[in-house]
């Protein structure tokens, strides 16, 4: 099972980035799939997760509104798009697999699954 997570990068606040998160190795049809973010010296935060089957989104409240979490099923990839970027939005970004007999959604560890990160960057 591989999540190979792609799309950061340096963008100046107010801009926008779109993160790609392509899965493979197995089918994820009735999985959870999330995105988290850690920023240096901090915890792992939730920030957005995508039922696989339903489509389903979940989304905390410092990025509701600005990301939006979606996944193509053709291409068994799931993409975050994220708008008017903040410095504080600067961390490292990871999609993760949670499976139905987890649970998951915001909770960091029912996850199964996690791809490597990648750096997002967001100038002021």
């Known amino acids: 099972v591989q999540l190979q997570a792609s799309g950061g990068g340096l963008v100046q606040a107010g801009g926008s980035l779109r993160l790609s998160c392509a899965v493979s190795?197995?089918?994820?049809?009735?999985?959870?799939m999330g995105w988290f973010r850690q920023r240096p010296g901090e915890e792992r935060e939730f920030v957005a997760a995508?039922?696989?089957?339903?489509?389903?989104?979940y989304y905390p409240d410092p990025v509701t509104g600005r990301f939006t979490i979606s996944r193509d099923n053709g291409k068994n990839t799931v993409y975050l798009q994220m708008n008017t970027l903040k410095p504080e939005d600067t961390a490292v970004y990871y999609c993760a697999a949670s499976s139905p007999a987890r649970g998951g959604i915001l909770r960091e560890r029912l996850y199964d699954y996690w791809g490597q990160g990648t750096q997002v960057t967001v100038s002021s």
């Open positions: 190795g197995r089918t994820f049809d009735n999985y959870m």
């Open positions: 995508i039922s696989w089957s339903s489509g389903r989104t």
